[in-house]
Protein backbone atom coordinates (compact mmCIF):
# COMPACT_ATOMS: atom_id res chain seq x y z
CA UNK A 1 0.00 0.00 0.00
CA UNK A 2 1.52 3.36 -1.01
CA UNK A 3 2.11 5.95 1.46
CA UNK A 4 -0.61 7.94 2.26
CA UNK A 5 0.30 12.01 2.10
CA UNK A 6 -2.06 14.98 2.72
CA UNK A 7 -0.89 18.28 1.56
CA UNK A 8 -2.93 21.48 2.84
CA UNK A 9 -2.80 25.02 1.21
CA UNK A 10 -5.00 27.85 0.72
CA UNK A 11 -3.78 27.84 -2.98
CA UNK A 12 -5.18 25.39 -5.17
CA UNK A 13 -2.41 26.15 -7.95
CA UNK A 14 -0.09 24.92 -4.88
CA UNK A 15 -2.34 21.93 -3.91
CA UNK A 16 -2.76 20.50 -7.35
CA UNK A 17 0.82 20.86 -8.67
CA UNK A 18 2.46 19.29 -5.84
CA UNK A 19 -0.31 16.08 -5.65
CA UNK A 20 0.96 15.23 -8.95
CA UNK A 21 4.30 15.67 -8.68
CA UNK A 22 3.58 13.26 -5.59
CA UNK A 23 1.45 11.13 -7.17
CA UNK A 24 4.41 10.23 -10.38
CA UNK A 25 6.37 9.39 -7.45
CA UNK A 26 3.90 6.38 -6.26
CA UNK A 27 2.37 8.25 -3.40
CA UNK A 28 -1.23 8.46 -2.16
CA UNK A 29 -2.18 12.05 -2.05
CA UNK A 30 -5.09 14.18 -0.53
CA UNK A 31 -5.32 17.51 -0.57
CA UNK A 32 -7.59 20.34 1.40
CA UNK A 33 -7.72 23.66 1.00
CA UNK A 34 -8.94 25.01 4.02
CA UNK A 35 -7.63 24.00 7.49
CA UNK A 36 -11.41 22.97 8.93
CA UNK A 37 -11.50 20.59 5.29
CA UNK A 38 -7.98 18.83 6.55
CA UNK A 39 -9.17 18.11 10.10
CA UNK A 40 -11.82 16.47 8.95
CA UNK A 41 -10.45 14.20 6.56
CA UNK A 42 -7.63 13.57 9.44
CA UNK A 43 -10.56 12.81 11.44
CA UNK A 44 -11.47 10.27 8.76
CA UNK A 45 -7.87 8.19 7.79
CA UNK A 46 -4.50 8.02 9.39
CA UNK A 47 -1.72 9.90 7.12
CA UNK A 48 1.79 9.02 6.89
CA UNK A 49 3.35 12.17 6.06
CA UNK A 50 1.60 16.09 5.94
CA UNK A 51 2.68 19.11 4.06
CA UNK A 52 0.75 21.81 5.59
CA UNK A 53 0.89 25.79 4.90
CA UNK A 54 2.11 27.65 7.94
CA UNK A 55 -0.55 30.52 7.14
CA UNK A 56 -3.84 29.40 6.02
CA UNK A 57 -7.27 31.84 5.85
CA UNK A 58 -9.10 29.74 8.45
CA UNK A 59 -6.08 27.90 10.57
CA UNK A 60 -2.98 28.04 11.77
CA UNK A 61 -0.63 25.23 9.77
CA UNK A 62 1.06 23.74 13.27
CA UNK A 63 -2.66 23.66 14.32
CA UNK A 64 -3.46 20.68 11.43
CA UNK A 65 -0.04 18.81 12.20
CA UNK A 66 -0.84 18.54 15.69
CA UNK A 67 -4.34 16.69 14.68
CA UNK A 68 -2.52 14.45 12.80
CA UNK A 69 -0.17 13.54 15.61
CA UNK A 70 -3.28 12.88 17.96
CA UNK A 71 -4.82 10.94 14.87
CA UNK A 72 -1.57 9.23 14.70
CA UNK A 73 1.83 10.14 16.61
CA UNK A 74 3.90 8.65 13.53
CA UNK A 75 2.48 11.59 11.04
CA UNK A 76 5.78 13.24 10.28
CA UNK A 77 5.00 16.76 9.47
CA UNK A 78 6.63 18.92 7.22
CA UNK A 79 5.72 22.86 6.93
CA UNK A 80 5.61 25.72 3.99
CA UNK A 81 6.13 29.26 3.90
CA UNK A 82 6.15 32.26 2.13
CA UNK A 83 8.14 33.97 4.81
CA UNK A 84 11.80 33.91 4.93
CA UNK A 85 12.08 33.68 8.12
CA UNK A 86 14.33 31.33 10.24
CA UNK A 87 12.43 32.27 13.23
CA UNK A 88 9.29 30.75 11.95
CA UNK A 89 11.31 28.00 10.46
CA UNK A 90 12.98 27.39 13.86
CA UNK A 91 9.44 27.56 16.04
CA UNK A 92 7.93 24.77 13.61
CA UNK A 93 10.50 22.42 13.83
CA UNK A 94 10.57 22.74 17.98
CA UNK A 95 7.00 22.02 18.36
CA UNK A 96 7.18 18.65 15.99
CA UNK A 97 7.82 19.27 12.37
CA UNK A 98 10.68 17.38 10.82
CA UNK A 99 11.72 19.93 8.39
CA UNK A 100 10.19 23.23 6.41
CA UNK A 101 10.34 24.44 2.85
CA UNK A 102 10.14 27.68 1.51
CA UNK A 103 7.46 28.27 -1.22
CA UNK A 104 7.62 27.92 -4.15
CA UNK A 105 9.21 24.84 -3.56
CA UNK A 106 11.34 23.24 -5.94
CA UNK A 107 10.14 20.17 -7.56
CA UNK A 108 13.69 18.08 -6.65
CA UNK A 109 13.67 19.41 -3.00
CA UNK A 110 9.95 18.45 -2.59
CA UNK A 111 10.55 14.81 -3.52
CA UNK A 112 13.79 14.76 -1.55
CA UNK A 113 12.06 16.45 1.45
CA UNK A 114 9.07 14.19 1.44
CA UNK A 115 10.91 10.92 0.74
CA UNK A 116 13.42 11.22 3.73
CA UNK A 117 10.41 12.29 5.74
CA UNK A 118 8.46 9.15 4.90
CA UNK A 119 12.41 6.96 5.99
CA UNK A 120 12.10 8.72 8.73
CA UNK A 121 8.82 7.66 9.66
CA UNK A 122 10.05 4.06 8.91
CA UNK A 123 13.19 4.15 10.37
CA UNK A 124 11.64 5.55 13.67
CA UNK A 125 8.79 2.95 13.67
CA UNK A 126 11.52 0.08 13.18
CA UNK A 127 13.33 1.62 15.74
CA UNK A 128 10.26 1.17 18.55
CA UNK A 129 9.82 -2.01 17.12
CA UNK A 130 13.26 -2.95 18.01
CA UNK A 131 13.01 -1.47 21.68
CA UNK A 132 9.63 -3.04 22.21
CA UNK A 133 11.31 -6.70 21.12
CA UNK A 134 14.23 -5.72 23.49
CA UNK A 135 12.06 -4.36 26.57
CA UNK A 136 10.03 -7.84 26.12
CA UNK A 137 13.31 -9.71 25.82
CA UNK A 138 14.47 -8.48 29.21
CA UNK A 139 11.16 -8.63 31.31
CA UNK A 140 11.22 -12.34 30.36
CA UNK A 141 14.63 -12.73 31.06
CA UNK A 142 13.57 -11.04 34.76
CA UNK A 143 10.87 -13.24 35.47
CA UNK A 144 13.01 -16.46 34.57
CA UNK A 145 15.76 -15.07 37.36
CA UNK A 146 12.93 -14.33 39.94
CA UNK A 147 12.49 -18.27 40.03
CA UNK A 148 13.46 -20.58 43.01
CA UNK A 149 16.96 -21.99 43.25
CA UNK A 150 15.95 -25.72 41.70
CA UNK A 151 14.44 -24.16 38.14
CA UNK A 152 17.83 -22.35 37.35
CA UNK A 153 19.04 -25.55 34.75
CA UNK A 154 15.40 -24.76 32.89
CA UNK A 155 16.63 -21.05 32.88
CA UNK A 156 19.82 -21.40 31.64
CA UNK A 157 18.41 -22.98 28.97
CA UNK A 158 16.06 -20.48 28.09
CA UNK A 159 18.83 -17.47 28.45
CA UNK A 160 20.87 -19.27 25.73
CA UNK A 161 18.15 -19.16 23.48
CA UNK A 162 16.99 -15.52 24.31
CA UNK A 163 20.73 -14.36 24.46
CA UNK A 164 21.09 -15.16 20.72
CA UNK A 165 17.46 -13.22 19.73
CA UNK A 166 19.12 -10.18 22.02
CA UNK A 167 22.07 -10.11 19.91
CA UNK A 168 20.09 -10.25 16.89
CA UNK A 169 18.15 -7.67 18.12
CA UNK A 170 20.76 -5.44 19.37
CA UNK A 171 22.58 -5.85 15.76
CA UNK A 172 18.86 -4.49 14.57
CA UNK A 173 18.67 -1.70 16.89
CA UNK A 174 22.27 -0.70 16.33
CA UNK A 175 21.69 -0.55 12.24
CA UNK A 176 18.45 1.50 12.55
CA UNK A 177 20.01 3.64 15.12
CA UNK A 178 23.30 4.31 13.01
CA UNK A 179 20.88 4.67 9.95
CA UNK A 180 18.77 7.65 12.00
CA UNK A 181 21.54 9.46 13.20
CA UNK A 182 22.89 9.36 9.37
CA UNK A 183 19.86 11.16 8.60
CA UNK A 184 19.80 13.58 11.66
CA UNK A 185 23.61 14.53 11.40
CA UNK A 186 22.98 16.90 8.54
CA UNK A 187 20.81 19.15 10.99
CA UNK A 188 24.51 20.88 12.57
CA UNK A 189 27.54 20.25 12.76
CA UNK A 190 27.25 19.26 16.84
CA UNK A 191 25.32 15.77 15.74
CA UNK A 192 28.78 14.72 15.24
CA UNK A 193 30.31 15.73 18.16
CA UNK A 194 27.75 14.14 20.11
CA UNK A 195 27.71 10.62 18.23
CA UNK A 196 31.28 10.09 19.18
CA UNK A 197 30.81 11.10 23.02
CA UNK A 198 28.10 9.13 23.31
CA UNK A 199 28.94 6.30 21.18
CA UNK A 200 32.82 5.64 22.97
CA UNK A 201 30.43 4.65 27.10
CA UNK A 202 27.86 2.63 24.79
CA UNK A 203 31.22 0.90 22.73
CA UNK A 204 32.35 0.07 26.43
CA UNK A 205 29.28 -1.51 27.73
CA UNK A 206 28.90 -3.66 24.10
CA UNK A 207 31.88 -5.24 24.73
CA UNK A 208 31.93 -5.53 28.53
CA UNK A 209 28.13 -7.30 28.03
CA UNK A 210 29.66 -9.58 24.76
CA UNK A 211 32.39 -10.53 26.92
CA UNK A 212 30.51 -11.55 29.86
CA UNK A 213 27.76 -13.37 27.42
CA UNK A 214 30.78 -15.62 26.04
CA UNK A 215 32.25 -16.25 29.69
CA UNK A 216 28.91 -17.57 30.77
CA UNK A 217 28.36 -20.02 27.26
CA UNK A 218 31.68 -21.22 27.81
CA UNK A 219 31.28 -21.96 31.03
CA UNK A 220 27.82 -23.38 30.47
CA UNK A 221 29.06 -26.02 28.15
CA UNK A 222 31.63 -26.62 30.06
CA UNK A 223 29.46 -29.04 32.13
CA UNK A 224 27.61 -27.82 35.53
CA UNK A 225 29.71 -25.46 37.40
CA UNK A 226 31.19 -25.66 40.79
CA UNK A 227 30.34 -22.95 43.55
CA UNK A 228 34.13 -22.26 43.37
CA UNK A 229 33.64 -21.65 39.50
CA UNK A 230 30.57 -19.26 39.83
CA UNK A 231 32.82 -17.42 42.62
CA UNK A 232 35.33 -16.63 40.01
CA UNK A 233 32.79 -16.04 37.32
CA UNK A 234 31.13 -13.51 39.28
CA UNK A 235 33.73 -11.39 40.59
CA UNK A 236 34.60 -11.11 37.10
CA UNK A 237 31.30 -9.98 35.52
CA UNK A 238 30.91 -7.46 39.03
CA UNK A 239 34.32 -5.87 37.42
CA UNK A 240 32.66 -5.59 33.86
CA UNK A 241 29.22 -4.47 35.05
CA UNK A 242 31.03 -1.95 37.16
CA UNK A 243 33.00 -0.37 34.00
CA UNK A 244 29.83 -0.79 32.37
CA UNK A 245 27.95 1.19 35.14
CA UNK A 246 30.51 4.30 34.82
CA UNK A 247 30.43 4.66 31.44
CA UNK A 248 26.32 4.67 32.13
CA UNK A 249 27.06 7.38 34.45
CA UNK A 250 28.79 9.54 31.21
CA UNK A 251 25.74 8.93 29.33
CA UNK A 252 23.96 10.49 31.92
CA UNK A 253 26.46 13.59 32.18
CA UNK A 254 25.77 14.04 28.78
CA UNK A 255 22.22 13.72 29.02
CA UNK A 256 22.50 16.38 31.54
CA UNK A 257 24.56 19.00 29.91
CA UNK A 258 21.95 18.87 26.79
CA UNK A 259 19.32 18.89 29.28
CA UNK A 260 20.74 22.38 30.39
CA UNK A 261 21.24 23.65 27.42
CA UNK A 262 17.89 23.20 26.16
CA UNK A 263 16.59 24.93 29.41
CA UNK A 264 19.04 27.74 28.77
CA UNK A 265 18.16 28.51 25.52
CA UNK A 266 14.18 28.17 26.20
CA UNK A 267 14.57 30.41 29.26
CA UNK A 268 13.64 28.01 31.73
CA UNK A 269 16.93 27.44 33.96
CA UNK A 270 15.51 28.52 37.10
CA UNK A 271 17.83 29.66 40.27
CA UNK A 272 16.66 28.67 44.16
CA UNK A 273 18.21 31.34 45.72
CA UNK A 274 19.75 30.72 49.81
CA UNK A 275 22.67 31.54 51.61
CA UNK A 276 25.90 29.81 50.08
CA UNK A 277 29.31 29.58 51.52
CA UNK A 278 31.49 29.86 48.45
CA UNK A 279 35.00 28.53 50.05
CA UNK A 280 32.58 25.87 51.60
CA UNK A 281 31.07 24.13 48.60
CA UNK A 282 34.62 24.78 46.83
CA UNK A 283 36.24 22.55 49.50
CA UNK A 284 33.60 20.13 48.67
CA UNK A 285 34.11 19.98 45.07
CA UNK A 286 37.60 19.79 45.78
CA UNK A 287 36.90 16.46 47.70
CA UNK A 288 34.70 14.87 45.13
CA UNK A 289 37.89 15.41 42.76
CA UNK A 290 40.85 14.05 45.10
CA UNK A 291 40.48 10.02 43.57
CA UNK A 292 40.04 11.51 39.85
CA UNK A 293 43.42 13.39 40.38
CA UNK A 294 45.21 10.71 42.44
CA UNK A 295 44.38 8.54 39.39
CA UNK A 296 46.24 10.84 36.88
CA UNK A 297 48.60 11.65 39.16
CA UNK A 298 47.63 15.83 39.60
CA UNK A 299 47.84 17.89 42.73
CA UNK A 300 45.10 19.73 43.73
CA UNK A 301 45.64 23.05 45.76
CA UNK A 302 43.29 24.79 47.30
CA UNK A 303 43.83 27.71 50.26
CA UNK A 304 40.25 29.19 51.56
CA UNK A 305 39.79 32.53 52.84
CA UNK A 306 37.76 33.23 55.77
CA UNK A 307 33.89 32.76 55.65
CA UNK A 308 32.72 34.41 52.13
CA UNK A 309 28.82 34.04 51.76
CA UNK A 310 26.51 34.67 48.63
CA UNK A 311 23.44 34.49 47.96
CA UNK A 312 22.76 32.40 44.75
CA UNK A 313 21.75 29.19 43.54
CA UNK A 314 24.25 25.87 45.31
CA UNK A 315 23.40 23.39 42.76
CA UNK A 316 23.86 25.47 39.89
CA UNK A 317 27.19 26.87 41.50
CA UNK A 318 28.44 23.66 42.12
CA UNK A 319 27.78 22.75 38.70
CA UNK A 320 30.16 25.55 37.29
CA UNK A 321 32.43 25.07 39.85
CA UNK A 322 32.44 21.00 38.61
CA UNK A 323 33.09 22.17 35.00
CA UNK A 324 36.01 24.66 35.85
CA UNK A 325 37.94 21.82 37.73
CA UNK A 326 37.38 18.87 35.60
CA UNK A 327 37.89 21.31 32.72
CA UNK A 328 41.46 21.87 34.36
CA UNK A 329 41.82 18.43 34.96
CA UNK A 330 41.62 16.96 31.43
CA UNK A 331 43.64 19.45 29.97
CA UNK A 332 46.53 18.83 32.80
CA UNK A 333 49.46 16.29 32.18
CA UNK A 334 50.39 13.90 34.41
CA UNK A 335 52.11 15.06 37.59
CA UNK A 336 50.81 18.74 37.07
CA UNK A 337 49.00 20.71 39.15
CA UNK A 338 45.53 22.88 39.66
CA UNK A 339 45.07 25.86 41.75
CA UNK A 340 41.91 27.51 43.07
CA UNK A 341 41.58 30.19 45.02
CA UNK A 342 38.78 32.15 46.34
CA UNK A 343 39.10 36.04 48.05
CA UNK A 344 37.09 39.16 48.41
CA UNK A 345 37.36 41.46 45.66
CA UNK A 346 36.91 44.80 47.07
CA UNK A 347 33.79 45.98 48.07
CA UNK A 348 31.32 44.24 46.02
CA UNK A 349 32.49 41.56 44.73
CA UNK A 350 33.84 37.85 45.42
CA UNK A 351 36.23 36.14 43.10
CA UNK A 352 37.47 32.70 42.57
CA UNK A 353 40.16 31.35 40.46
CA UNK A 354 40.77 27.59 38.64
CA UNK A 355 44.09 27.01 37.33
CA UNK A 356 45.98 24.56 35.59
CA UNK A 357 49.31 24.21 34.06
CA UNK A 358 48.47 22.23 30.70
CA UNK A 359 48.62 23.18 27.05
CA UNK A 360 47.00 26.71 27.47
CA UNK A 361 45.08 28.24 25.00
CA UNK A 362 46.16 30.95 22.01
CA UNK A 363 45.12 34.56 22.25
CA UNK A 364 42.66 34.18 19.42
CA UNK A 365 40.71 31.70 20.92
CA UNK A 366 40.25 32.91 24.61
CA UNK A 367 37.20 34.98 22.96
CA UNK A 368 35.88 31.42 21.44
CA UNK A 369 36.19 29.35 24.54
CA UNK A 370 32.46 30.44 26.28
CA UNK A 371 30.33 29.68 23.10
CA UNK A 372 28.07 26.84 22.46
CA UNK A 373 29.70 23.45 21.09
CA UNK A 374 33.18 25.14 20.46
CA UNK A 375 35.98 22.80 21.10
CA UNK A 376 40.20 23.95 20.21
CA UNK A 377 41.20 23.60 16.94
CA UNK A 378 44.66 22.84 18.66
CA UNK A 379 45.97 19.28 17.98
CA UNK A 380 46.16 18.51 21.53
CA UNK A 381 43.12 19.97 22.62
CA UNK A 382 41.08 17.54 19.97
CA UNK A 383 42.24 14.34 21.63
CA UNK A 384 40.63 15.46 25.04
CA UNK A 385 36.90 14.56 24.78
CA UNK A 386 33.67 16.41 25.26
CA UNK A 387 31.28 17.58 23.47
CA UNK A 388 32.22 21.70 24.12
CA UNK A 389 29.09 22.85 26.70
CA UNK A 390 30.70 22.84 29.94
CA UNK A 391 32.02 26.35 29.62
CA UNK A 392 29.08 27.11 28.14
CA UNK A 393 26.89 26.10 30.77
CA UNK A 394 28.82 27.67 33.44
CA UNK A 395 28.87 31.24 31.87
CA UNK A 396 25.05 31.28 31.47
CA UNK A 397 24.90 29.88 35.26
CA UNK A 398 27.67 33.42 36.00
CA UNK A 399 25.41 35.38 33.90
CA UNK A 400 22.44 34.22 35.73
CA UNK A 401 24.40 35.37 39.15
CA UNK A 402 24.72 38.74 37.16
CA UNK A 403 29.01 38.15 37.97
CA UNK A 404 31.43 38.02 35.37
CA UNK A 405 33.32 35.16 34.16
CA UNK A 406 36.88 35.43 31.94
CA UNK A 407 40.12 33.57 31.42
CA UNK A 408 43.94 34.10 30.49
CA UNK A 409 46.26 31.77 29.15
CA UNK A 410 49.45 31.81 28.04
CA UNK A 411 50.49 28.91 25.37
CA UNK A 412 52.21 25.50 26.93
CA UNK A 413 51.65 27.18 30.86
CA UNK A 414 47.92 26.62 31.18
CA UNK A 415 45.12 28.50 31.64
CA UNK A 416 42.99 30.44 34.95
CA UNK A 417 39.52 30.82 34.73
CA UNK A 418 38.25 33.83 36.91
CA UNK A 419 34.76 34.17 38.08
CA UNK A 420 33.54 37.23 39.85
CA UNK A 421 30.08 37.18 41.72
CA UNK A 422 28.55 39.83 43.61
CA UNK A 423 29.02 40.10 47.07
CA UNK A 424 25.27 40.15 47.08
CA UNK A 425 23.24 39.00 44.26
CA UNK A 426 19.74 38.35 46.35
CA UNK A 427 18.29 41.57 44.79
CA UNK A 428 19.62 40.92 41.04
CA UNK A 429 18.28 36.82 41.15
CA UNK A 430 15.45 37.42 43.05
CA UNK A 431 14.06 40.04 40.49
Given at each position: MPPRVLIVDDEESVTITMAAILEMDGY????ALRGDDALSQIAKEEFDLVLTDLRLDDFDGMDVLAAARRRSPNTVGIVLTGYASLESAVTALREG???YMLKP???????????????????GQQLRERVADLEAANR???QLNEGLQDRVAQATADLQAHVHELDEAREALQTSYEQLQELDKLKSQFLSIASH?????????????????????????????????????????????EVVQRQTAKLARLVDELL?????????????????????????????????????????HYDPDQTLGVRGDRDHLE????????????YSPEGGAIDVTVARAGEQEVEFSVGDHGIGIRPAELARVFGLFYRSPDRLARDVGGMGLGLF???????????????????????TFHVALPATVAAAVEA
Open positions: SVATAYDADVEELRATVARGLERRKLTINELKTPITAMSGFVQIAVRRIKRRLGAGRPTEADWKKEEETLLEQLDVSRIESGRLELQVADVDLPELIAEVMRRHELIATRHQLRLQALNNLVGNAMKITKEIVDRHNGRIWAESEVGQGT
